[in-house]
C-alpha cells in the first residue's frame, strides 16, 4: 500500500480543519513580509489555542454583541468584534503568549542582532501591534475555532 506524504502546501491548507496534537508548533511569517528578502523574514512558532483559552477568547469576542453567542455563524458584526479584539492591546497579548512560543530571525532594526526569543509581555509589546495582530489571527486560524475567512 503507497503511503501519502503531506506536502507542505496540502498541510496549509488543512490547518485549521483537521486536528493537530497539542504539542505540534506552526511556523508563520506575516504575509508584511513577503518582499523582503529572505534572510531577514522572522519566523515566528506558534501552537493551537487549548479549549480553555478558546472559551476566553470567544467570551472576549462576544462581549458585548447583541447578537447570541451560540449562533456559531460569524457575522460581519462578529468579524468586526473580532477585529476590535486583536487591535486590544492587554487582551491580544495575553492570549499571544499562550500561542507564541519561539521565533526566529526576528532581528532588531538598530543593532542589526537577532533578538532572543522572551514571552514576556514587555518583549511581545516590542513587536509592532501589525504584526501581533496577524500573528493571534493565524493562531486562531490554525486552532480552527473561527473560519479564517472570517478573520480580518
Known amino acids: 500500500m503507497k503511503k501519502?506524504?503531506?506536502t507542505k502546501e496540502v498541510r496549509e491548507q488543512l490547518l485549521g480543519i483537521l486536528p493537530m496534537s497539542v504539542d505540534?508548533?506552526?511556523k508563520?511569517?506575516?504575509k508584511q513580509f513577503d518582499d523582503v528578502p529572505e534572510e531577514y523574514k522572522?519566523?515566528?512558532e506558534i501552537k493551537?489555542?487549548?479549549n480553555s483559552d478558546v472559551i476566553g477568547i470567544k467570551s472576549l469576542i462576544y462581549r458585548g454583541l447583541n447578537e447570541p453567542q451560540e449562533t456559531g455563524k460569524i457575522t460581519n458584526t462578529k468579524a468586526k468584534s473580532i477585529k476590535k479584539f486583536t487591535e486590544s492591546s492587554q487582551d491580544d497579548l495575553e492570549f499571544l503568549k499562550k500561542s507564541l512560543v519561539g521565533?526566529?530571525?526576528l532581528i532588531n532594526l538598530d543593532t542589526g542582532e537577532q533578538i532572543v526569543f522572551d514571552d514576556t509581555i514587555e518583549?511581545?509589546?516590542?513587536?509592532p501591534e501589525?504584526?501581533?495582530r496577524e500573528i493571534f489571527k493565524e493562531a486562531v486560524r490554525i486552532t480552527g475555532f473561527i473560519d479564517s475567512k472570517d478573520i480580518q
Not at 518583549?123 to 513587536?127: A, C, F, P, R
Open 4 to 6: 501519502n506524504i503531506m
Open 130 to 132: 501589525v504584526i501581533r
Open 24 to 26: 505540534a508548533v506552526h
Open 48 to 50: 493551537q489555542y487549548t
Open 103 to 105: 521565533w526566529s530571525n
Open 42 to 44: 522572522p519566523v515566528f
Open 28 to 30: 508563520f511569517t506575516p
Open 123 to 127: 518583549m511581545l509589546e516590542m513587536i
